[in-house]
């Protein structure tokens, strides 16, 4: 039994960073009444977890390989450990904000060393195990995070999705002192801090123009103008430098960019549009947290349950056929849901909810090994890193462009200001009102998401055409030929 307290410790920390993803969605009402927060506050506490995590997590790579895995995992532990108790005890929604950075800060630093830390405690058929059940609770965390967040939320508060953290952290920091060996990289690679600098740069300049919008202000266009600036820079950089974070080269084989693509598209097309159906299940439904938390279960749920299936099976289609289909289902559950109208009631979404989780569960465990088998062996690692970063990236993306969609169809439905109360989770109080504004709100509620879902299935189809035209399952390797023997003639003499 002691052999496996090393990956309890793994898998804690584990499952705490990948389940405060989503454990933050069901309680963003609670939060806009609690902080007084706008729908672009709402905006950045899910996006900005995501976006830090995402462009540091190569980069914590790289140091834990240096100074050492176990180190880097543990300060990673205390850093999250802390920025839990300070997004707990927030008393306006800019420090909740920036403490949610802080969390995704210490989120990289875990998630950049957790196999590692395997590989180095595991051998044989025990790291089978070890990873296999790692992938198992990659999985539960999705599942669980919904449900975890409204439990919490409905009984205790939402500072209690943070708190609940602490715990944990203790835990697997006790069992990491004790039971996980140090590990390093004996010739580690350099940190491409120019290239981390530059990226991040850019992709938090593009969120932070969509979160913000008034794409005619001199502003916005600044901002964007700095992306675009510091991705050219990018660029530049990563093709100049002996030890990239991404070697561009990789990139000319079409397969590898179209599957980081689909990396970024996969969590923008599935999940990002949670947080918005979440508003109108508790706002316009009056459904408490756990209830609302409730609604997404089966989803993720049939997600983890078809992923541990594909993962058994001996013979399976491509990951190129697998991908592919997973995204088309995926599309088709969004689009299902446009079915959402003024008087419908939880139950319209849950069929099209179902799909996603489907499509989901086909999609992410072909995908990382798609990425990886189509680059050269040496740069498997750096591939499978590039499409963590890319997940990451597209889940704060996401949460930006449908905001913004979404947003603008409350805006066309019910008005500026009332969309600024609606998308801020105070539909309740105008609901309170009298029929008429009850109207308004659900008559709003309804344009605003079915314009979201359409959006966000038509990043799904086109990833999956995407995909299937550009994506190719890589060649077997070629048998050696044994030596073509003569021909004998009937006497036995060879011709």
Not at 53 to 65: E, I, N, P, R
Not at 83 to 95: E, F, H, L, Q
Request: proline content about 5%; overall charge positive; aromatic content about 8%.
């Amino acid at each position: 039994m002691r052999k496996w307290l090393p990956l309890v410790a793994i898998c804690a920390g584990t499952f705490m960073l990948l389940v405060d993803v989503t454990i933050v969605t069901v309680a963003l009402p609670d939060m806009a009444h609690g902080l007084d927060a706008s729908l672009s506050d709402l905006q950045w506490v899910l996006s900005l977890y995501a976006l830090v995590l995402a462009a540091l997590v190569m980069t914590s790579g790289s140091l834990a390989d240096r100074i050492g895995r176990r180190a880097v995992y543990l300060g990673g532990l205390v850093i999250f450990a802390v920025a839990s108790v300070i997004c707990g005890v927030a008393g306006n929604v800019g420090v909740l904000i920036a403490a949610r950075g802080l969390q995704g800060l210490a989120a990289a630093a875990m998630f950049a060393t957790t196999l590692a830390l395997i590989t180095s405690s595991y051998e044989g058929r025990d790291r089978g195990i070890a990873f296999g059940v790692w992938a198992a609770v990659n999985g539960a965390a999705s599942a669980a995070g919904p449900i975890i967040g409204g439990l919490l939320t409905s009984n205790f508060g939402w500072q209690w999705i943070f708190f609940v953290n602490l715990p944990v952290c203790a835990l697997a920091i006790a069992l990491t002192l004790t039971s996980v060996k140090e590990s390093r990289n004996p010739t580690p690679r350099r940190i491409d801090v120019p290239g981390m600098v530059t990226f991040t740069v850019a992709m938090a300049a593009l969120v932070y123009a969509l979160i913000t919008g008034g794409w005619t202000s001199g502003r916005t266009l600044g901002i964007v103008a700095l992306g675009v600036v510091a991705l050219i820079a990018f660029v530049v950089v990563e093709s100049k430098r002996r030890d990239p974070m991404l070697d561009l080269s990789l990139l000319r084989n079409t397969s590898f960019p179209t599957l980081l693509v689909t990396a970024a598209a996969l969590p923008a097309v599935a999940w990002a549009y949670w947080a918005y159906l979440t508003l109108w299940l508790q706002s316009s439904l009056g459904l408490s947290p756990i209830a609302a938390g409730a609604v997404f279960l089966p989803a993720s749920l049939t997600t983890f349950v078809v992923s541990i299936v594909l993962g058994r099976m001996e013979r399976k289609p491509s990951t190129r056929v697998l991908i592919g289909t997973g995204m088309l289902i995926i599309a088709v559950g969004v689009f299902a849901q446009t079915l959402l109208g003024p008087e419908s009631g939880r139950a319209v979404v849950l069929p099209g909810l179902f799909l996603v989780g489907l499509g989901a569960g086909l999609v992410l465990g072909p995908l990382s090994a798609a990425a990886m088998a189509a680059v050269p062996g040496p740069s498997a690692g750096m591939a499978g890193g590039a499409v963590n970063t890319f997940r990451q990236f597209g889940y704060a993306l996401g949460v930006a462009v449908l905001g913004a969609v979404f947003h603008g169809g409350l805006a066309d439905a019910a008005g500026t200001k009332l969309a600024g109360e609606m998308s801020a989770g105070q539909a309740g109080t105008l609901i309170a009102q009298g029929a008429d504004m009850a109207q308004v709100v659900h008559q709003a509620y309804a344009q605003a998401l079915d314009r979201t879902f359409m959006v966000a299935a038509a990043f799904g189809l086109v990833s999956a055409l995407a995909v299937f035209a550009f994506v190719r399952s890589p060649r077997p390797a070629p048998q050696p030929v044994a030596p073509e023997r003569p021909l004998a003639d009937a006497s036995g003499q060879k011709k």
